[in-house]
């Protein structure tokens, strides 16, 4: 299901009894979002008895924007992506992944386990024309805006071809919801010289050389939070372990920022001169913000929030994937892959 009118509703279909918190979270997402973007409707899909009793509580109704879809079932934190895909048909979670594939919503948003949630999708929508494996994407804060990155998690081991393709995904979301026409792609490696790295990373270079993406070469670690390119790549092993290393460092800071300013009366005395400054750090490297992951290469559009986010930061993962239904990515993707196969057949 595509969006093919600016003035159509944008329907969402929500794992409303996914991630840590459920319908305490998810529902209170739910209803304050609708207030601020007329353009929704949602689908909380799970327990009726459960979703209509939280949506009272928020002080919301169910109505022509806002809808509960009963699932019997639901996809457990713990549960194994083959227990979750084969024993429970009728999760929320899978449920929300129908209504896509059926054409009722034109996104997913869940909470979910991330493993159950790519592996469902994967086997509901199946993947777009040309595209191996999907991949998870998000944004990240850099010294300058954002980056989108990826795999985070989605495919331990890529090849350089599948590498080609988070590429190519990645530069096309970019493009879409960043409003960037030629996006820059980089290669996370170990070094910015051509003669680093392994024979697979050094294989993807050479593909990216040779296809019309904007490609600026090797990316470091580090470099990632200086805004070197506006997509960079890497395969999901690397990103998930730089992910959660960065989340980790993050953590750590806080942590000892707030010891050092409660030592003694002096430095809370300084804390508070230096509030304004620390409030508006907070706020631009907030976590929160940036909530919504994108699970590119299928045919369909699915959103993974965070499994601990709060409100706010789910309602954010709910405008991504708003933001995705607007600019159509799927098909844009897709385009952009015929456009690459195009130009193969031409060099051949």
């Known amino acids: 299901m595509s969006k093919k009118n600016t003035n159509d509703m944008i329907i969402i279909a929500l794992d409303a009894m996914g991630g840590d918190h459920g319908p305490d979270v998810t529902v209170s997402a739910a209803v ?60 929320s979670m899978r449920v929300a992944i129908n209504l896509v594939k059926d054409g009722v ?36 804060p850099t010294i300058s805006g954002h980056t989108h990155v ?9 090849s350089a071809e599948h590498l080609l393709e988070f590429a190519v995904m990645g530069s096309v979301l970019t493009s879409a919801v960043d409003d960037n026409p030629n996006p820059t792609v980089g290669l996370l ?7 680093k790295g392994n024979e697979r990373v050094k294989e993807a270079a050479r593909l990216f050389n040779e296809c019309n993406l904007n490609y600026v070469g090797f990316i470091e670690g580090d470099g990632i939070y200086m805004n070197p390119a506006d997509v960079v790549v890497c395969d999901g092993f690397i990103g998930n372990v730089m992910l959660k290393a960065s989340e980790g460092v993050a953590k750590m800071f806080g942590a000892y920022l707030k010891k050092e300013f409660k030592r003694n009366i002096f430095t809370r005395l300084s804390a508070l001169a230096a509030y304004p400054v620390l409030k508006a750090f907070k706020k631009r490297l907030d976590p929160r913000s940036y909530n919504g992951a994108s699970l590119l290469g299928l045919n369909g559009i699915v959103v993974k929030s965070h499994g601990g986010a709060d409100a706010y930061a789910f309602g954010k993962a709910i405008l991504e994937a708003r933001e995705e239904v607007i600019k159509d990515v799927p098909n844009q993707i897709r385009r952009k892959l015929e456009s690459q196969l195009e130009i193969a057949k031409e060099e051949q």
Request: glycine letters at 8%.
């Open 189 to 195: 490696n170990i070094g910015e010289e051509e003669i």
């Open 150 to 158: 990826l795999d985070l998690g989605a495919n331990v081991d890529s």
């Open 105 to 140: 919503a034109h996104a997913c948003v869940s909470a979910g386990n991330t493993g159950a949630l790519m592996a469902t999708a994967r086997f509901v929508l199946k993947t777009l024309p040309g595209i191996d494996r999907p991949a998870i994407c998000t944004a990240l």
């Open 32 to 91: 304050h979002i609708l207030q601020r973007h007329p353009d929704l409707k949602l689908i909380l899909v799970g327990d009726s008895n459960i979703l209509e009793s939280a949506v009272s509580e928020e002080g919301g109704s169910v109505s022509d924007r806002l809808v509960v879809e009963h699932a019997s079932e639901v996809v457990e934190m713990t549960d194994l992506p083959s227990h979750a895909l084969r024993k429970k048909k009728d999760s």
